[in-house]
T-cell receptor, first 112, second 111 residues
C-alpha cells in the first residue's frame, strides 16, 4: 500500500524552539506539499516542491522553511516556533499534474 | 483568482438519508475538481475526481458531476451510513497542481 508517512502524530514544543516536521513518501512522486489545517480556515498551503532541492512558497510561508534533499523526503522547519503555529500539519505528494494527492496522517503540533 | 466555496456545516443526518454537499468554484480555464474525505483522526483521502465538463466521479456510493455552466461540483449519496461521518473537502486544480480547498463540511450520521 502506497504511503506518505509523517514522523510524529503529536508534538509539543516550546516557544522559540526550532521544529522539524518530517514527511517521507514511498511512491517515487515528484511533487510534495505541506499544508496546515485550522478550524474554520480549511487547508492552507505553506510550501511545495516539484523536484529535489526545489521549493516554492505557498499561500502562508511566513515563519516556515522547507528542505528537500532527497526525492522521497520533504521537511518543514519552523525556525522559531510561536503559539500561532499551533495547528495540524498535513504533508501530501502527487505524481502527476492532474492532482490526486496522497496525504499523510498529519502531525498535531502544539506550541506552548 | 481560483477559489472553492462549499456548503457550511455541520450537517447532521439519520442513517439512510440522502446527502448533498454543495460546492461551487471560481477558476480560469478548465480545472480538475475533487472531493476529499477526512475521517476522525486521519489525513485526507481522495474520494472522487472529475477532469472535464460533464464528467461524473463516483466512489463508495458517492457521486459528483462537473457542471461548467453552473461552476458546480456537488457531492451526493443516496443512503448514508454512520461510517460516512467525516469532514468533506471540495478542491480544484486549475493547472493540474497545487490544489485549492474549500473550508470543509462536517457530516455526522446518526444511527
Amino acid at each position: 500500500d502506497v504511503k506518505v508517512t509523517q514522523s510524529s502524530r503529536y508534538l509539543v514544543k516550546r516557544t522559540g524552539e526550532k521544529v522539524f516536521l518530517e514527511c517521507v513518501q514511498d511512491m517515487d512522486h515528484e511533487n510534495m506539499f505541506w499544508y496546515r489545517q485550522d478550524p474554520g480556515l480549511g487547508l492552507r498551503l505553506i510550501y511545495f516542491s516539484y523536484d529535489v532541492k526545489m521549493k516554492e512558497k505557498g499561500d502562508i510561508p511566513e515563519g516556515y522553511s522547507v528542505s528537500r534533499e532527497k526525492k522521497e523526503r520533504f521537511s518543514l522547519i519552523l525556525e522559531s516556533a510561536s503559539t500561532n503555529q499551533t495547528s495540524m500539519y498535513l504533508c501530501a505528494s502527487s505524481s502527476d499534474r492532474a492532482g490526486g494527492y496522497t496525504f499523510g496522517s498529519g502531525t498535531r503540533l502544539t506550541v506552548v | 483568482g481560483n477559489s472553492v466555496t462549499q456548503m457550511e456545516g455541520p450537517v447532521t443526518l439519520s442513517e439512510e438519508a440522502f446527502l448533498t454537499i454543495n460546492c461551487t468554484y471560481t477558476a480560469t480555464g478548465y480545472p480538475s475538481l475533487f472531493w476529499y474525505v477526512q475521517y476522525p483522526g486521519e489525513g485526507l483521502q481522495l474520494l472522487l475526481k472529475a477532469t472535464k465538463a460533464d464528467d461524473k466521479g463516483s466512489n463508495k456510493g458517492f457521486e459528483a458531476t462537473y457542471r461548467k455552466e453552473t461552476t458546480s461540483f456537488h457531492l451526493e449519496k443516496g443512503s448514508v451510513q454512520v461510517s460516512d461521518s467525516a469532514v468533506y473537502f471540495c478542491a480544484l486544480s486549475p493547472q493540474g497542481y497545487k490544489l485549492s480547498f474549500g473550508a470543509g463540511t462536517t457530516v455526522t450520521v446518526r444511527a
